[in-house]
């Protein structure tokens, strides 16, 4: 399998790079984004690419590839509702249509956010924006789309969040993932689970087509036959 992957610098994106490489069946993994990851692995290829809104200058590099994980996101604080939209519904439909064209037997899962509202009517402001986005996601030709709906994130290995807000919370949270994770099993997710949970939804598929919490767990968990 080749894999694509967006927004591999930030907290999600790290993890998810991590499992690609690690699991046998992915052949080649290349990132998207506008710096280099500083990971070095036979498999990896990079692309340095300043311009997230139009990729037509490296299409020829978006070629041949079975699934994308879409882990590009910005935190909404501070944030107006037409940038907070130019950024979250622009960019990821910019790289989805080209994509969809490109390899119509791809398989692009979306990180989105628990929470999101898929009326496109709701009164908090990033959540009807992760809902537009989400249902123009799955309007698109791919062989299969699905949401992923993360809600609390432990990040292991060492990875962090590009956010400082979210770094800080993380710092003195900390001490409380294992009573989290024991009390709230299906609502606390790690940055390896969802990564796992990934590659098993791109070559194994799932019956729903947005995922919340407790389905990226049972995906994660989900072993091949």
């Not at 790079?17 to 992915?26: F, G, H, Q, T």
């Not at 990132?31 to 990971?39: A, C, F, H, I, K």
């Not at 299409?59 to 996101?73: N, P, V, Y």
């Amino acid at each position: 399998m080749n894999v694509l992957i967006f927004g591999s610098t930030g907290m999600i994106g790290q993890g998810v790079l991590r499992e690609c490489l690690l699991d046998e069946a992915v052949q080649r993994v290349q990132t998207v984004g506008r710096t280099e990851t500083g990971t070095l692995h036979a498999k990896l290829h990079e692309i340095v690419h300043a311009d997230l809104f139009n990729y037509e200058p490296i299409q020829s590099d978006l070629l041949g590839f079975d699934a994308c994980f879409f882990c590009l996101g910005v935190s909404s604080a501070g944030m107006k509702e037409g940038e907070y939209q130019r950024v979250t519904y622009g960019i990821t439909l910019a790289a989805a249509d080209i994509l969809s064209r490109l390899n119509p037997r791809m398989i692009f899962i979306y990180v989105s956010g628990a929470g999101t509202d898929s009326s496109g009517n709701g009164r908090i402001m990033w959540a009807r924006i992760k809902g537009l986005t989400e249902d123009a996601l799955l309007r698109l030709p791919f062989a299969g789309a699905y949401m992923f709906r993360p809600g609390f994130i432990e990040p292991l290995n060492g990875f962090r969040s590009k956010t400082a807000a979210y770094r800080f919370f993380y710092a003195i949270s900390k001490p409380l993932f294992p009573v989290l994770r024991s009390a709230f099993p299906n609502y606390v997710l790690s940055t390896t689970q969802i990564g796992q949970a990934m590659l098993n939804v791109a070559t194994r598929g799932y019956s729903k087509r947005i995922l919340e919490a407790r389905d990226i767990r049972a995906a994660a968990l989900t072993q091949p036959s």
